[in-house]
């Protein structure tokens, strides 16, 4: 019977350890840790303005110690820094933008650092050149437009140490 009452007792204890041993584990993004941002709609620097904000989304999941922390898929917004549409005489447009902010399941938020930009190389004076040269109707073409498609994917870097 003592024999059957210490079992008992063994088991009993045995079992809350097991369940006081919770994981605790923590995950930390490290400051400088590099993501990898897909635009979700195409963007060019004719239509959109300067603080207007872009919509992207993490095209790899986060993997830390063999552990999904943050889904593919997961939110991520941007900012136009400048938007400029391509103009006569041949000028070309800009388009600037940061990736801002990366939106966990959680509800917490994220800070990135990033910045991209795209301005389309050349002026207007080969242009204008031709344009004296051959035909003044040449003065009418408009430059090229700054213009991102749709799932391109663009770095970001963790803007600090963020645990879970």
Do not use: C
Request: aromatic share 8%.
């Amino acid at each position: 019977m003592q024999i059957k009452h210490t079992l008992t007792l063994m088991a009993i204890l045995l079992s809350g350890s097991l369940f006081s041993q919770r994981s605790t584990k923590h995950f930390t993004l490290s400051e400088g840790y590099q993501i990898k941002a897909a635009l979700l709609q195409d963007i060019s620097g004719k239509t959109l303005s300067n603080g207007q904000s872009i919509n992207f989304e993490l095209s790899d999941p986060i993997i830390i110690n063999d552990r999904i922390v943050v889904d593919k898929g997961t939110k991520i917004t941007g900012t136009v820094t400048e938007a400029e549409g391509a103009k006569a005489f041949g000028k070309k447009g800009k388009l600037s933008f940061t990736i801002d902010y990366l939106y966990l399941s959680n509800g917490k938020v994220v800070k990135l650092r990033s910045s991209i930009k795209k301005n389309i190389n050349g002026s207007g004076t080969a242009v204008a050149a031709g344009a004296i040269l051959v035909s003044p109707v040449a003065l009418l073409f408009n430059g090229k437009q700054a213009k991102f498609k749709a799932g391109e994917v663009f770095a970001a870097y963790i803007d600090k140490d963020y645990t879970f």
